[in-house]
């Protein structure tokens, strides 16, 4: 498994955006979602690749 990013503020708040998306839609009895995994997967990957960057 690779390391966990150090994340932006802004990114914490990306991601939290994304998962109360996901609350809201689990309450409507939706229980898939690959779109909220995938969106918190890019925010992550931008990190990871900012951090190799050295920034």
Do not use: F, Y
């Amino acid at each position: 498994m690779s390391k966990e990013p150090k994340l932006t503020a802004w990114e914490k708040a990306q991601i939290v955006r994304l998962e109360l998306r996901g609350v809201r839609r689990a309450a409507a009895g939706i229980t898939r979602q690959p779109d909220i995994d995938r969106g918190i997967e890019r925010i992550k990957d931008k990190a990871r690749k900012r951090a190799a960057n050295g920034k």
